[in-house]
């Protein structure tokens, strides 16, 4: 009956009808990626032709969770600075972002914080494609997005029992529908054909040991999960922060001095981004024209 349960709330979810839908740039994009001649110039023309998705692109880039020390001012330098599957996924969070913030502005702007923390945790490892990383810290929670959207009967009843038993979002989901919004996020990752690592990220993130091949970097975002949490940067549907991995805490290996370091640093980054979300909301202040 357990498998029977978990396998309806499983299909309600790969098929979400509530979501809006992506836009068909991305099918488009992928086809040119795929397609070795396709330079970073062609996919730039495309994506600036939907203007307010491309000002909300460079915008994206521009924020304090990528850091970069220059401003980047068009399309083109976005692909080759951050990579194809960076910029896909930035797609899917700016065509999302709206309807998130309207939903649950503070668990956007907790997706935001994971972001910043996951960019200074990823760079002060040394890890391979920090941005990456962070991306994947921005959509992090986006199953329970799907949860709230596509089970609303079922999300009532975990909110309930949350408030009941004074437990954890995430137990009360595993209770109720026999998953949680972990997993629920690695299937809506797939179905959105983002690639494996940044789907295992997004379905790893509260127990890295599943990881097949991303363990260290789902420490980093797990680790700057908790860390946000604790540090009350926007909200991730309850006030409780999760138990740290042991696992994760081997695998990042920080010593009381490289926390204090981390802390004061997310800190200073986290300023930079207070009022982000309505920032980019804003289609084009006029600041940055996107360009091919």
Known sequence: MEDEKRQTFKNALRNTKNLPTLPGIINKLTRMADNPDTTTEQIGKVISKDHILAAKLLKLVNSAFYGFPQRISSLSGAIILLGFNVVKSLIISASIFEFMEDQDIELWEHSLACAVACSVIAKRLGADEPE???????????????????????????NNMMQEKHIPMRLAEMEILGLDHAEAGGWLTKSWNLPHKLVELVACHHDPRKAKTEQLNSSIIHFADLLVRGMGYGHAGDDKVPM??????????????????IIDEVEDNLWDVKGFSLEIKSDSDGEMEPEG
């Open 244 to 261: 740290l991995s042991k696992r994760a805490w081997q695998l990042l290996d920080f010593s009381p001095e490289d926390i204090r370091g």
């Open 132 to 158: 990456e990383i962070s991306t994947a810290g921005l959509i992090h929670d986006i199953g329970k997005v799907a949860i709230k959207m596509e089970l609303t009967a079922e999300y009532k009843k975990i």
